[in-house]
């Protein structure tokens, strides 16, 4: 069920950033300007990294937590003939293994809302971004506060715990939360777009995966944390709704001027 559903995302994004060229940095597909190398933070079994190595024929290097998603990434890169183009690894997203500079892609596809400090989060991603290179966040928020709010209400602090306990994930930030990270880091071209309504229908096709016969099984298969996860849908959509749930891009790209290996100033104080 969730293999179908990475898919069914990933092909969300594909087609939503084709749509949305005149509001967001996109990559181009000037053989001389393409990207040559790409990080893939929080890369999963690997989706993004084959489509963008496909793509672009790029080198693309993925990172995980998961030592089973790792080595289902390369076994699906290899089925694919694309061993030479696109390998993963387990390694932390806020101490990645690779030198300063590395990359000309930075990607990052629903990792951020895992993240317990963003600020950290965004500087290791401009850390390895070659001067130049395009950075790209897509991720869970919460909607921005309005000038006279000091927090969220308190019903939508209550739906996102709910959520955040069910998923095991730390607080969430808004989209411009993401933008004061990103100036802090001196990073331009910084843009956001708001994804949500054409993600949204992603939350009920799993549910109405999940309640044919070979869903269920599978479902009742995998165990109560789970089972706990997709009794949570119904809140993501609620959430969605009510406008409290965003599904956003950043993007943006690491100034020409910096030099590789030049530390990357943080601000302070952090937005964790």
Known sequence: MYGQSASYML??????????????????????????????????????????ANKYGAQ????TLSPVQAERGNALAAAQGLSDKASFQVADALEQPFPDGQFDLVWSMESGEHMPNKQKFVGELARVA??????????????????????LKPDELNLLKKICDAYY?????SPSDYVKIAKS???????????????????????QSALTWKGLTSLLRSGWKTIKGALVMPLMIQGY?????????????????AIEGEETPIASPSIE
């Open 11 to 52: 092909q969300i994004c594909i087609v939503v950033t084709n749509s949305m060229l005149p509001r967001v940095l996109v990559l181009p597909d000037d053989p001389a300007n393409k990207p040559k190398t790409i990080v893939d933070v929080g890369c999963g079994i690997g989706g993004s990294s084959r489509y963008l």
């Open 60 to 63: 693309c290097r993925g990172i």
């Open 130 to 151: 070659a001067p130049g290179a395009t950075i790209i966040i897509v991720t869970w928020c919460h909607r921005n506060l309005a000038p006279s709010e000091d927090s």
């Open 169 to 173: 994930l730390p607080d969430w930030c």
């Open 185 to 207: 880091l001196s990073l331009e071209d910084i843009k956001t777009a708001d994804w949500s309504e054409n993600v949204a229908p992603f939350w009920p096709a799993v549910i």
């Open 241 to 257: 709704k009510k406008g409290l749930i965003k599904f956003t891009i950043i993007t943006c790209r690491k100034p020409q001027a």
